[in-house]
């Protein structure tokens, strides 16, 4: 048996900020592995091709607000930068 992925683990060495807003990156993120474990079944961000988080971005953010969008965007910008990756999101 395999133990569930940590995501708050996995995001330790890059969250910064107050209390509020790292609680809100390791909610966004956990949506986010879920969504794309859902769609795609690649349960951790090791696995995700950059096309996964693209999917992400432009299908299931797209019913809420500018706000909310580029707060997502932020998030991924900080899963991105743990998993040293160059890409880049114009959303």
Do not use: C
């Not at 809100?24 to 859902?38: D, G, K, N, S, V």
């Not at 809420?64 to 998993?83: C, D, P, S, W």
Request: glycine share 4%.
């Amino acid at each position: 048996m395999s133990k569930p992925f940590d995501m708050e683990l996995f995001l330790a060495g890059v969250l910064t900020g107050s209390h509020a807003t790292r609680q809100r990156h390791l909610r966004q993120a956990t949506l986010i592995q879920a969504e794309i474990a859902e769609r795609w079944q690649r349960s951790t961000p090791w696995a995700w091709q950059r096309k996964h988080v693209i999917w992400f971005l432009e299908n299931r953010t797209n019913q809420l607000t500018k706000n909310t969008q580029y707060y997502y965007l932020l998030t991924v910008r900080l899963l991105t930068r743990r998993l040293g990756k160059p890409w880049a999101f114009n959303i």
